[in-house]
């Protein structure tokens, strides 16, 4: 089977059982706030979940040339969250995780990655768009992103709630940007950066 046969596989099984989960939790539709030009997720796909995440975006010194160093991203980490309200009470829970890993769909290149915390399904993704026009992003946010998925796998008893993802957006930004000093001469190569940073993350599958 092609790499691209398996994503394809991946995504098709977990909408499968997306379809028939949410169709018994009669889940409200997720609204997706207003995008810059030029992020919009394709028609198409709809979103399926929303997830505020607060974690880190971490960076490394290199050399750029003999006498130049600059601050080199290297990939997030970081939880993702959703918060449910039951009988007035809100109750916050941890959903997923994100993190570099090596997406197997291409042959081990590195990819940011979201894993869902109770199925351990997976998406690995690559920016498509970003975006820092001032109407939309925080001044010295990180920028916000269109996430395309570049493969997904089922979780080890087949759960598929990440499986299905066919876009992602990174919204409301904030912090995250690679630090201004640091990284200035030759005995800063090898510092590490760990940049606290929060957002919104939000899902996209195939529409029905």
Same mark, same amino acid.
């Given at each position: ?16 059982? &997306? ?5 018994? #939790? ?8 207003? /995008?810059?030009?030029? !992020?919009? /997720?394709? =028609? %198409? ?18 050399? /750029? ?12 980490? =970081?939880? !993702? &969250?959703?918060?449910?309200a039951t009988d %007035?009470? #809100? ?7 994100? &993190? ?22 997976? /998406? ?29 796998? !089922? ?11 066919? &876009?992602i957006h990174r919204? $409301? ?13 030759? $005995? ?6 760990l940049v606290p ?12």
């Amino acid at each position: 089977m092609t790499g691209r046969s398996m994503l394809a596989a991946a995504i098709v099984v977990g909408a499968a059982m &997306f379809t028939s989960t949410s169709a018994a #939790s009669a889940q409200p539709p997720v609204q997706v706030p207003p /995008v810059p030009p030029g !992020l919009e /997720v394709p =028609a %198409g796909n709809v979103a399926f979940l929303r997830a505020f995440a607060q974690g880190t975006q971490n960076y490394i010194c290199l050399p /750029v040339s003999k006498k130049a160093w600059r601050w080199v991203f290297l990939g997030p980490q =970081a939880t !993702l &969250f959703e918060t449910d309200a039951t009988d %007035g009470v #809100s109750i916050t829970n941890q959903i997923s995780t994100h &993190f570099l890993s090596a997406n197997p769909i291409e042959a081990g290149t590195p990819r940011p990655t979201w894993q869902d915390s109770s199925d351990s399904s997976r /998406v690995w993704g690559r920016g498509r768009a970003s975006s820092t026009d001032p109407n939309f992003v925080e001044a010295g946010a990180i920028p916000w992103l269109l996430v395309e998925a570049m493969g997904a796998a !089922l979780g080890p008893t087949g759960g598929g709630t990440l499986a299905q993802t066919t &876009f992602i957006h990174r919204l $409301d930004t904030s912090g995250g940007a690679a630090p201004a000093t640091g990284c200035s001469v030759a $005995d800063d190569v090898g510092a590490v950066a760990l940049v606290p940073y929060t957002t919104a993350y939000y899902f996209y599958r195939t529409a029905p």
